[in-house]
């Protein structure tokens, strides 16, 4: 399998639920980034991992937590959700020595599309 | 933070045509990147430029960096080209540096 996949592309969850969101690059990257896409909205950049170290943090709420325990695999932890947290979660890669975000080619993944009820 | 103005927001056109969208962005930026997005969420990069002009196929990228300007073109538009294209700059370090488009929806008829 190649690319960059992600697991579940649909979730349903309510606001006392905890789920994970997984992302699997196939690319040989060392940067994996989570990215929030909300209708009406521009692409939000929410965490980047640079040689699994997590590199930035865009202000994103506690209720969500990445984890990158190697350099093809990135998590995101999801719990105490609210609505407004409904939207497509997309997971990107790229082979970004320098840790300067978006110097590099980014592959994304399609996305989960999740729903918060 | 850098702002990015991207038009038009909404293209109509009819197979063949050529296409122009634009982006617009405030402040002096180190990279430039056209992303495609198909209905259903998938994002593929299909450009990224510093400064000049790029070439993959039917499309073409442009940017003037002293008219903190770029364009995308598509030439000899297909249905299959109907997609959102977004404009996304880097600025400066960190994730405060990255800025995206709201995006251009682009429909092409047969």
């Known amino acids: 399998e190649t690319g960059v996949t992600q697991t579940p592309r649909h979730l349903v969850m309510g606001m006392t639920n905890k789920k994970s969101l997984k992302c699997e690059q196939h690319?040989?990257?060392?940067?994996m980034y989570w990215y929030k896409q909300s209708a009406k909205k521009p692409l939000e950049l929410m965490f980047v991992?640079?040689?699994?170290?997590?590199?930035e943090n865009n202000s994103v709420p506690s209720r969500f937590s990445p984890e990158c325990p190697n350099s093809s695999h990135l998590f995101l932890h999801l719990h105490t959700l609210q609505p407004e947290d409904s939207a497509l979660y997309l997971c990107?890669?790229?082979?970004?020595?320098?840790?300067?975000?978006?110097?590099?080619?980014?592959?994304f993944g399609p996305g989960t599309r999740l729903t918060v009820t | 933070k850098n702002e990015v103005e991207q038009s038009p927001q909404n293209l109509t056109a009819q197979e063949g045509e050529f296409i122009t969208i634009n982006c617009s962005y405030s402040?002096?930026?180190?990279?430039l990147h056209w992303l495609q997005q198909h209905p259903g969420g998938g994002i593929v990069s299909l450009f990224m430029?510093?400064?000049g002009k790029k070439k993959h196929g039917r499309l073409i990228a442009t940017i003037n960096i002293q008219e903190k300007h770029s364009s995308l073109h598509i030439t000899a538009s297909h249905p299959r080209d109907s997609a959102v294209y977004i404009c996304?700059?880097?600025?400066?370090?960190?994730?405060?540096?990255?800025?995206f488009g709201k995006g251009t929806h682009l429909i092409i008829q047969p």
């Open positions: 990107a890669s790229s082979q970004d020595p320098s840790g300067r975000l978006l110097s590099y080619e980014q592959y």
């Open positions: 690319l040989g990257h060392n940067a």
């Open positions: 991992y640079n040689f699994k170290e997590q590199t």
């Open positions: 402040v002096g930026i180190s990279a």
């Open positions: 430029l510093s400064s």
């Open positions: 996304a700059v880097r600025s400066g370090g960190g994730a405060d540096g990255l800025t």
